[in-house]
């Protein structure tokens, strides 16, 4: 099986997780893609449910699929949230935020009763770090908080497009990617960065899963904290 079509087969199981009358979380990402259109799907065919994107580009996927789309203030209590990640580790430890929402996806999770999150087998580690952790950082603070971060020895770079521009997020921040190595004890490094004025957010998602949906040669698995 290809990633791709292991995100496509995720990405439609996680769409049967969804009830009528639900308030949904929609992620962001390729494996988010799959299962926004999948339960887009869905809505055509009579399923009523309301939702809250965690992306400009997950909202207007969304809208364009004829799905009911709303901001979280009004819609503040979700039912369930379902994202993709970067790295699936111990205990449903993920790296988001190589889609560069961390931000929102961390806002709306929270919201959420149950988040579900679905990756591809390959997306599953040992310890989290192989995958750069994106922080998130207000634009005035960006020379102190990499200065801080290198003292740190995460191993910071402005995110920027091919084009070599500098990347925003959806809410005008920059982001710093860490190229950090192992990270073996994840709430150690998230209180670190946390600790860092001028941080909006950082890509260690921990304690939030309920479970993950992991999908290989063996079909669609899951994987609880
Ligand atoms: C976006 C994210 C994505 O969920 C993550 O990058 C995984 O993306 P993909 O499903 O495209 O591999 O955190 O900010």
């Known amino acids: ?30 494996t ?18 309301r939702c809250v994107a965690s992306s400009d580009a997950s909202r207007d996927l969304g809208l364009s699929l004829g799905m009911d789309v709303v901001e979280l203030a009004e819609l503040p209590e979700l039912d369930l949230y379902i994202d993709g990640a970067d790295e699936v580790g111990p205990g449903l430890a993920l790296i988001k935020g190589g889609g560069g929402a ?19 087998s390959s997306k599953v580690v040992g310890t989290l770090g192989r995958f750069p952790l994106p922080v998130e950082v207000v634009k005035m603070a960006l020379p102190l908080v990499e200065k801080r971060l ?22 005008k921040n920059y982001i710093l990617d860490c190229a ?28 939030m899963a309920s479970v993950a949906l992991v999908a290989g040669d063996a079909g669609v698995t899951e994987l609880l904290p």
């Open 150 to 171: 290198e003292e740190l020895g995460l191993n910071p770079t402005l995110r920027r497009h091919k084009d070599g521009s500098v990347y925003l997020t959806d809410e």
């Open 180 to 207: 950090c190595g192992a990270i073996p004890d994840p709430e150690a490094t998230a209180a670190e960065i946390r600790g860092v004025v001028g941080v909006v957010e950082h890509g260690l998602f921990l304690k």
């Open 1 to 30: 099986m290809t990633q791709d079509e292991a995100k496509a087969l995720v990405g439609k199981r996680a769409a049967e997780f969804v009830d009528e009358g639900m308030a949904v979380g929609l992620g962001t990402g390729s």
């Open 32 to 49: 988010s893609t799959m299962f926004i259109r999948a339960l887009g799907e869905r809505v055509k065919a009579g399923l009523k449910i």
């Open 102 to 120: 961390l931000l929102r996806e961390k806002i709306v999770a929270s919201a959420a009763k149950k988040f579900i999150v679905v990756v591809d």
